[in-house]
């Protein structure tokens, strides 16, 4: 099983609203990341989680928070964000960091800011 | 400055026939390579990777060659079906670090003609 879910599929929101985005994964996965993908744009990396502890954080801005409860939760927070936060939110887990391992992404969270 | 190149925004090719999509990097630093394929509104799925100790891996239709020294890589898919039809996206990494940060390059449209 390499399946990397994401809650919930869309999400509208106003620049005054809070909300959270929300990652799991069961295969024993130990990094999990954070992407933006904008339209017809290669996906960015946001942030790393390695051993629930954030090791990376790609200078983003302090709108967008990220969290992980336990090795296979991994939560967005956001708050007070902008129009041109509008873009596919993706989240991917890995064995660990630090080796040649592939990254499995979950479908996204598609994020409209009004 | 663009790490990783896909020059081809689009490739079309008939059902049954070669796709050979194409890659370069400019980072001598990578050492760990991955091609994706994205349909759209999904995340990325993670296809075949490459270790920069080897110059080919292969799994099933789909064989990846690394040429280190002019910093290229290709994803060669025989035969082609229709449903191969999606962007397809090459990542690179560097590994031993803190981080498996993925550099993506900017995709390429394939449509596979039936």
């Known amino acids: 099983d390499t399946e990397v879910t994401q809650t919930p599929k869309h999400l509208v929101m106003g620049m005054t609203n809070k909300k959270s985005l929300k990652c799991e994964q069961h295969?024993?996965?130990?990094?999990m990341y954070w992407y933006k993908q904008k339209a017809k744009k290669p996906p960015e990396l946001m942030f790393v989680y390695s051993y629930e502890k954030l090791s990376i954080n790609e200078s983003v801005p302090s709108r967008f928070s990220p969290e992980c409860p336990n090795s296979s939760l991994l939560n967005l927070h956001l708050h007070a964000l902008q129009p041109e936060d509008s873009a596919l939110y993706l989240c991917a887990s890995s064995q660990v960091v630090g080796l040649s391992t592939e990254q499995y992404f979950g479908p996204g969270t598609r994020l409209t800011v009004t | 400055d663009q790490q990783v190149k896909q020059n081809s925004p689009s490739l079309s090719v008939q059902e049954g026939r070669i796709s050979i999509l194409n890659c370069d990097y400019t980072n001598s630093m990578f050492d760990y390579f991955l091609w994706y394929k994205k349909y759209p509104a999904e995340g990325p799925t993670f296809l075949i990777s490459?270790?920069?100790?080897?110059d080919k891996n292969e799994d099933g239709r789909f064989t990846v060659f690394l040429n280190k020294s002019a910093k290229h890589l290709s994803l060669h898919i025989v035969p082609s079906q229709p449903g191969d039809s999606a962007v397809y996206f090459c990542?690179?990494?560097?590994?031993?670090?803190?981080?498996?940060?993925?550099?993506f390059g900017t995709g390429t449209l394939l449509a596979v003609q039936p």
């Open positions: 295969m024993g996965h130990r990094a």
């Open positions: 490459i270790s920069s100790i080897k």
């Open positions: 990542a690179a990494s560097t590994t031993g670090g803190a981080t498996n940060k993925l550099i």
